[in-house]
T-cell receptor, first 112, second 117 residues
Framework: GESVGLHLPTLSVQEGDNSIINCAYS??????FIWYKQESGKGPQFIID?????DKRQGQRVTVLLNKTVKHLSLQIAATQPGDSAVYFC???????????FGSGTRLQVQP | GAVVSQHPSWVICKSGTSVKIECRSL??????MFWYRQFPKQSLMLMAT?????????EQGVEKDKFLINHASLTLSTLTVTSAHPEDSSFYIC?????????????FGPGTRLLVL
């Protein structure tokens, strides 16, 4: 069946460093991907999305890279700040499916 | 971005009672809303898709008679956990799709923490 998973459950970085969070997916039909940030006790917050016709998209301090060949996407956070500490989820969908399938999540810990 | 609210933010109830959770899109109309459940340190699991004016679509393994969903307007969907039991204790999160933000863009509510004693 389809699944979206993550390589690393916890990532610890120093403040100011760049962070890279990875995500693998298995459904070759997936054509839309989103990264969410979830702080403790709160709902997921939209960060950035990308469609399968692109391989890179940049936002404010964040970049998402998509490699369809190996079914892998990553979220890069530049100059990581303590406020970036949270759990990050990738999610995917495909044309015709309105719901999202979430990955297992990565906890990002930013050390001051 | 689009704002989605949930009420209540947390609820404690006795086993056997029913609990209603509301999900509202505050600044846009949502023909489709989604209900997720999240257990501690786990990911979000889709429970059902709420469709305005029609029956909800439930994911495999989710009991439709236990988790009643009503989407009576373009800005409100409700989830009622009937005859709640301790194993229903979880974090329930709704999301709404904002057509103006792209077909698949979903915005999430703050979640409702349910504790069944």
């Amino acid at each position: 069946g389809e699944s979206v998973g993550l390589h690393l459950p916890t990532l610890s970085v120093q403040e100011g460093d760049n962070s890279i969070i990875n995500c693998a997916y298995s459904n070759s039909a997936s054509d839309y991907f989103i990264w969410y940030k979830q702080e403790s006790g709160k709902g997921p917050q939209f960060i950035i999305d990308i469609r399968s016709n692109m391989d890179k998209r940049q936002g404010q301090r964040v970049t998402v890279l998509l490699n369809k060949t190996v079914k892998h996407l990553s979220l890069q956070i530049a100059a990581t700040q303590p406020g970036d500490s949270a759990v990050y989820f990738c999610a995917e969908s495909y044309t015709g499916r309105r719901a999202l399938t979430f990955g297992s999540g990565t906890r990002l810990q930013v050390q001051p | 971005g689009a704002v989605v609210s949930q009420h209540p933010s947390w609820v404690i109830c006795k086993s056997g009672t029913s609990v209603k959770i509301e999900c509202r899109s505050l600044d846009f109309q949502a023909t489709t809303m989604f209900w997720y459940r999240q257990f501690p340190k786990q990911s979000l699991m889709l429970m059902a898709t709420s469709n305005e004016g029609s029956k909800a679509t439930y994911e495999q393994g989710v009991e439709k008679d236990k988790f009643l969903i009503n989407h009576a307007s373009l800005t409100l969907s409700t989830l009622t956990v009937t005859s709640a039991h301790p194993e229903d204790s979880s974090f329930y999160i709704c999301s709404a799709r904002n057509p103006g933000g792209g077909e698949e863009t979903q915005y999430f509510g703050p979640g409702t923490r349910l504790l069944v004693l």
